[in-house]
């Protein structure tokens, strides 16, 4: 489990130097549980034209510009673990519900937690939806 007081927060005077790939194994030790993965929210939004989303907690960066809140540098106190079945089920639902034609997960860092996506992958492809990973490539890199 992730040492709280060691855990890279956000950036502010004195932040001390870290590395992302350590930083990913810390932050999926915290954020996934078996192929199960925590979100904070699953809702619909305008862009790329619409697309159903799930906001993922956690991220192995801590940039200055990101516009994701608090569960990206506290992950331990936010969000709810999902299945990979879970996760596709309430995206194609809002999808469905919505009339869009996109899916994506966001926030964080949404490829964190490789048997998780590959799960959620599983689940969507059948249906045919196109899928956005909103991602900093750093994990995918380290797969």
């Not at 929210?41 to 799930?54: N, P, R």
């Not at 516009?67 to 331990?76: L, T």
């Not at 860092?109 to 490789?114: A, C, D, F, I, S």
């Not at 969507?124 to 994990?139: C, M, Q, S």
Request: proline fraction near 6%; hydrophobic fraction near 35%.
């Amino acid at each position: 489990m992730c040492v709280v007081n060691a855990y890279p927060r956000y950036v502010e005077e004195g932040f001390q130097l870290y590395d992302p790939l350590a930083l990913m194994q810390l932050t999926e030790e915290v954020v996934c549980r078996g192929d199960a993965r925590k979100y904070t929210a699953f809702y619909c939004t305008g862009v790329y034209g619409g697309i159903a989303t799930g906001y993922t907690v956690g991220c192995c960066l801590r940039c200055i510009f990101c516009w994701v809140d608090a569960s990206r540098d506290f992950p331990e106190t936010h969000g709810e673990f999902y299945t990979p079945a879970q996760v596709a089920s309430r995206l194609i639902g809002i999808a469905r519900r919505k009339r869009v034609p996109r899916l994506r997960i966001s926030s964080g860092e949404p490829t964190l937690g490789k048997r998780h996506l590959l799960g959620v992958l599983k689940h969507i492809e059948p249906v045919g939806y196109e899928f956005i990973p909103e991602t900093n490539g750093i994990p995918i890199a380290a797969f």
